[in-house]
């Protein structure tokens, strides 16, 4: 399968699916305190989405080859959670940090885009791995041009993260989106600058690194979904979707509560 271009009234539907993931998040912003539990996140945003926006959580009963349904409409990662992480009855405390990580279906099309949540205040070190994570994500997005490669988005990833002492995760991948979660082509948050597919006009995909402060090393738990790294050292992730467009990139994942790019 190759990757699918969008032509110009699915790129206006990929713009809305994006900006009601990215409103989703906004919408649960004030609700990342300590004491709630990830369940009662995920049971917020369900509704949200279903009563207030409808769109559908894709991730719901989400099933790729070799997994079982995932059972929730969120993914929250708390600390050295990877990504995937299953909301439930763990309570959230001060100096957590948390990745929620929303995809909606609207119309037929995804949106696909998570971001980082200080519980109460930050260690310093946390701080910094979430700035890092979100400079990496930004460091990506603006590699992305007609005539650039995928390579060169990984490259801008990878020493940007590696340069302060962290590393990339490798077994996860942004992708390619649209009608279908998950579609062509894989975007490493690694890689060599000039390698790989080129990127032309009317693509649409995903860059989502996860950086950990330790090794790069990670482990699935036992409920067959939970990512954590291995040495347990806290990991972050940031995600957006984007378009590429004839000069440069459209990032599709925007909201008023969206936070700043880095100058
Ligand atoms: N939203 C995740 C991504 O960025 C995928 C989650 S799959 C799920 O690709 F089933 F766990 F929701
Ligand atoms: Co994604
Ligand atoms: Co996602």
Redesign the pocket.
Known sequence: MAVELKNREEIERMRVAGRLAAEVLDFIAPHVKPGITTGELDRLCHDYMVDVQRTIP???N???PG?SP?P?S??TSVNHVV??G?PGEKKLRHGDIINI???VIKDGFHG???RMFFVGQPSIQARRLVDLTHDCMWRGIRAVKPGNTLGDIGHAIQTHAEQQGCSVVRE?C??G?GRN??EEPQILHYGRPGTGLRLEPGMTF?V?PMINAGKPDIRQMADG?TIVTKDHSLSA?W?HTVLVTEDGYEVLTVSAGMPAPPA
């Open positions: 894709a991730p719901l989400y099933t790729p997994y995932y929730k969120i993914c990504c995937h299953v990580d929303i995809t696909d885009t998570s996860f942004g992708h989106i979660f998950h995903t989502e979904w992730q995600e």
